[in-house]
């Protein structure tokens, strides 16, 4: 079972965010990058569980909310204007091989880089 260690990943300008793990419920672990106002924290979870006929499921989520600030007097009040989300779940065989689990990464990071795909998401349209 592979340790809660920081999550680091890098954005479209080659920043880096760090989530750093926040805890682990039930084999939901989650992780936090802190905006410095709570409720804009942003989260990741991770779990990977047996379904109910044996299969494997494993599950990350990532959950980016975009803040909106007023000025009330002396204070700042922030409120979330709307929340951005990435689910991804992969769904294997209850007998698959770490090497197949291993592939469909690979080919998930190859899918992810197609032009094609890059407008999809990008754009938020279908294909045609």
Known sequence: MPKMNPVVIKDSTDATRTFTPSGNDKGVTTFTSGTGVPIGDERLTVSAVRTANGRKKVAVKI??????????????????????????????????????????????????????????????????
């Open 63 to 128: 959950a980016v909310p975009e803040l909106g600030s007023t000025q009330v007097g002396a204070s700042t009040k922030y409120e979330v204007l709307r929340t951005n989300y990435m689910e991804l779940t992969l769904n294997y065989a209850a007998d698959s091989t770490e090497a197949e689990r291993r592939e469909f990464r690979w080919n998930l990071a190859g899918l992810i880089a197609d032009p094609g795909i890059i407008n999809v998401i990008d754009k938020a349209e279908a294909l045609y």
